[in-house]
Nanobody, 125 residues
Framework: QVHLLESGGGSVAAGGSLRLSCAAS????????MAWFRQSPGKEREGVIA????????YYAASMQGRFDISRDNAKNMLYLQMNSLKPGDTAVYYC??????????????????WGQGTQVTVSS
């Protein structure tokens, strides 16, 4: 399994940008599909975006395309989430997650193998 630790969360005004990072350790990071999820108070955890093991392909959740971007550095065992034009509705705890590589094309919360502990993002109006 792979251990995940997010960082980079914080408070930002609406319209601003934030970059989250996720450091991975343990198993072979470059073999995993990686994803970002988020959870707002009172809501279920929802997928944001995923990336294939090589980084060549990205998979957006249906409602997320356009403002968020995912990248990875397999040499450094790092995953990133670039968030632009943030809105108050983006306020949530953001989690990075590891999935088996073959889950990437149909990624979901139920197929996650390992979760990070989460990092809080707060967007003020």
């Amino acid at each position: 399994q792979v251990h995940l630790l997010e960082s980079g969360g914080g408070s930002v005004a609406a319209g601003g940008s934030l970059r989250l990072s996720c450091a991975a350790s343990g198993d072979t990071y470059s073999s995993y599909c990686m994803a970002w999820f988020r959870q707002s108070p009172g809501k279920e955890r929802e997928g944001v975006i995923a990336i294939s093991p090589s980084g060549a392909d990205t998979y957006y959740a249906a409602s997320m395309q356009g403002r968020f971007d995912i990248s990875r550095d397999n040499a450094k065992n790092m995953l990133y989430l670039q968030m632009n034009s943030l809105k108050p509705g983006d306020t949530a705890v953001y989690y990075c997650a590891a999935l088996y590589w073959y889950r990437c094309g149909n990624w979901s919360r139920e197929s996650v193998l390992n979760w990070g502990q989460g990092t809080q993002v707060t967007v003020s109006s």
